[in-house]
């Protein structure tokens, strides 16, 4: 049976002490920052493979195979994702929270900083590929721990007061970093053709050196968790975390399935599908899918801190399934509103999924699945839930969708049971589990939280 697990602030005997308020605010900037450093590399990525890393790397007769070799590169940093997941989070539950933390943020600064300076295939040939593609790999294996190590920051310091709005924080850097990379790559993108592809997308990524410097100058001046302490202190390190993990606590592993596997399809489908389909089936200029990305984004910002402000008022539950609740209503009224052609209710659609539904959820899973591992092995248990579910449902879920719609004839009105799908499972893993859940919480929220 899964040991009970000890979570943050009123787990133990010994109540953990209240972190200096002026190390509290520097930890929930270090972990804001390194959310948007890490997310701001993935956007400006995404975009350069679609719309200059073809030609500048893989030049051919053919404009079609280049698209696909420079994306085939972007899931490269998917398959990175659980290599670095999977060793950080060991080094970050033997060494310490903070030092992996450093080590996740100048890895991915510095393979962000090394894209920007790479010679094209016209210089190098062959070799400009082949690094690019080792230099996106190595990306990935920093963002594998980044935000999963951002969380656990968050939760293991401070007391049960506003944890919810606690460990929702480096939610706010994921859309952060996503607004900013899709502006200022969106203003490169306005220079003349010769240019963007010369010097221009460069730009983007060397501007990375600026977050960087600042994220690495905040982290190096935090101090080590206050659960990671108490855990050491008593010598009670795990010496083999991942399989602990597993050993002891797998039930929750498969809570986190159902919770995360949801979560993600609900982003894949609302980020990456939508905008491939109001651009590719409605034809849309493509400049009007990402606006209405970015208008959603920028004020999930927002959101994210706000939905968990009303966890800790509310409970986690109840939030989470109002999230569900959202993408049901999502997936019944988005595909109508995108026919009648009128802007501005497309835009609106993809504010209520992105701003609201996404939001939501966004800052309950992350304290929900923090709170579900013990400290010994809270990293590598959340690393054991995140980095599978990405590989197998964010990646495949938007190709899977589109394949979806084609066999139906192009009517995307079955993409709305993928919607519909994921919340039942994703509020019936909640509802069905809670108890194991509400346990977890309930040594980390108040009662109140835990009971709602």
Same mark, same amino acid.
């Given at each position: 049976?899964?040991?009970?697990?000890?979570?943050?602030?009123?787990?133990?005997?010994?109540?953990?002490?209240?972190?200096?308020?002026?190390?509290?605010?520097r930890t929930a900037w270090a972990g804001i920052i390194g959310s948007m450093v890490e997310y701001y590399d993935f956007t400006l990525y995404g975009l350069a493979a679609a719309l200059v890393f073809g030609p500048l790397f893989f030049?051919?007769?053919?404009?079609?195979?280049?698209?696909?070799?420079?994306?085939?590169?972007?899931?490269?940093?998917?398959?990175?994702?659980?290599?670095?997941?999977?060793?950080?989070?060991?080094?970050?539950?033997?060494?310490?929270? $903070?030092?992996?933390?450093?080590?996740?943020?100048?890895?991915?600064?510095?393979?962000?900083?090394?894209?920007?300076?790479?010679?094209?295939?016209?210089?190098?040939?062959?070799?400009?590929?082949?690094l690019l593609g080792t230099l996106r790999i190595l990306q990935g294996m920093g963002a594998g721990a980044e935000y999963v190590g951002s969380l656990v920051m968050m939760a293991e310091n401070g007391d049960g007061r506003r944890y919810?709005?606690?460990?929702?924080?480096?939610?706010?850097?994921?859309?952060?970093?996503?607004?900013?990379?899709?502006?200022?790559?969106?203003?490169?993108?306005?220079?003349?053709?010769?240019?963007?592809?010369?010097?221009?997308?460069?730009?983007?990524?060397?501007?990375?050196?600026?977050?960087?410097?600042?994220?690495?100058?905040?982290?190096?001046?935090?101090?080590?968790?206050?659960?990671?302490?108490?855990?050491?202190?008593?010598?009670?390190?795990?010496?083999?975390?991942?399989?602990?993990?597993?050993?002891?606590?797998?039930?929750?592993?498969?809570?986190?399935?159902?919770?995360?596997?949801?979560?993600?399809?609900?982003?894949?489908?609302?980020?990456?599908?939508?905008?491939?389909?109001?651009?590719?089936?409605?034809?849309?200029?493509?400049?009007?899918?990402?606006?209405?990305?970015?208008?959603?984004?920028?004020?999930?910002?927002?959101?994210?801190?706000?939905?968990?402000?009303?966890?800790?008022?509310?409970?986690?539950?109840?939030?989470?399934?109002?999230?569900?609740?959202?993408?049901?209503?999502?997936?019944?009224?988005?595909?109508?509103?995108?026919?009648?052609?009128?802007?501005?209710?497309?835009?609106?659609?993809?504010?209520?999924?992105?701003?609201?539904?996404?939001?939501?959820?966004?800052?309950?899973?992350?304290?929900?699945?923090?709170?579900?591992?013990?400290?010994?092995?809270?990293?590598?248990?959340?690393?054991?839930?995140?980095?599978?579910?990405?590989?197998?449902?964010?990646?495949?879920?938007?190709?899977?969708?589109?394949?979806?719609? $084609?066999?139906?004839?192009?009517?995307?009105?079955?993409?709305?049971?993928?919607?519909?799908?994921?919340?039942?499972?994703?509020?019936?893993?909640?509802?069905?589990?809670?108890?194991?859940?509400?346990?977890?919480?309930?040594?980390?929220?108040?009662?109140?939280?835990?009971?709602?």
């Amino acid at each position: 049976m899964a040991q009970p697990a000890s979570v943050p602030a009123t787990s133990g005997a010994l109540p953990a002490p209240h972190a200096p308020s002026s190390n509290l605010r520097r930890t929930a900037w270090a972990g804001i920052i390194g959310s948007m450093v890490e997310y701001y590399d993935f956007t400006l990525y995404g975009l350069a493979a679609a719309l200059v890393f073809g030609p500048l790397f893989f030049p051919s007769g053919d404009p079609n195979a280049q698209i696909i070799s420079a994306l085939l590169t972007f899931a490269l940093g998917y398959l990175g994702r659980p290599l670095g997941g999977l060793l950080f989070s060991h080094f970050g539950d033997r060494m310490g929270r $903070k030092p992996m933390l450093i080590m996740t943020l100048m890895l991915m600064g510095v393979s962000t900083l090394g894209i920007g300076l790479l010679p094209t295939h016209a210089s190098i040939g062959v070799w400009a590929p082949i690094l690019l593609g080792t230099l996106r790999i190595l990306q990935g294996m920093g963002a594998g721990a980044e935000y999963v190590g951002s969380l656990v920051m968050m939760a293991e310091n401070g007391d049960g007061r506003r944890y919810g709005l606690r460990v929702a924080l480096p939610g706010m850097g994921v859309f952060a970093g996503i607004v900013l990379g899709t502006a200022v790559f969106s203003l490169v993108a306005l220079l003349p053709r010769e240019d963007l592809l010369s010097w221009g997308w460069r730009l983007p990524f060397l501007a990375s050196a600026v977050t960087l410097g600042v994220g690495y100058w905040i982290r190096t001046g935090i101090h080590e968790t206050e659960e990671f302490q108490k855990v050491k202190a008593a010598g009670n390190v795990a010496r083999f975390p991942m399989g602990q993990a597993i050993i002891h606590q797998w039930r929750e592993i498969l809570i986190g399935f159902g919770i995360n596997g949801p979560y993600l399809a609900f982003s894949s489908l609302t980020q990456v599908f939508l905008l491939s389909y109001l651009t590719n089936t409605l034809h849309y200029p493509a400049w009007f899918g990402l606006l209405a990305n970015l208008v959603s984004s920028t004020l999930a910002i927002g959101m994210v801190p706000l939905a968990g402000s009303l966890v800790d008022r509310f409970g986690a539950r109840l939030v989470w399934l109002a999230g569900c609740g959202v993408f049901v209503l999502f997936g019944l009224v988005v595909f109508p509103l995108f026919a009648t052609g009128v802007e501005p209710l497309i835009v609106l659609a993809m504010v209520l999924g992105i701003s609201v539904g996404l939001a939501a959820l966004y800052a309950t899973q992350g304290i929900m699945l923090t709170s579900l591992f013990e400290p010994r092995h809270r990293l590598s248990g959340v690393v054991l839930v995140r980095e599978p579910t990405a590989a197998l449902i964010a990646g495949p879920i938007p190709a899977y969708a589109t394949w979806l719609v $084609k066999q139906n004839g192009g009517d995307p009105m079955v993409v709305a049971v993928l919607f519909v799908a994921a919340a039942v499972i994703a509020g019936g893993t909640v509802l069905i589990a809670w108890r194991r859940i509400g346990s977890h919480l309930s040594r980390t929220t108040s009662a109140r939280d835990a009971a709602s």
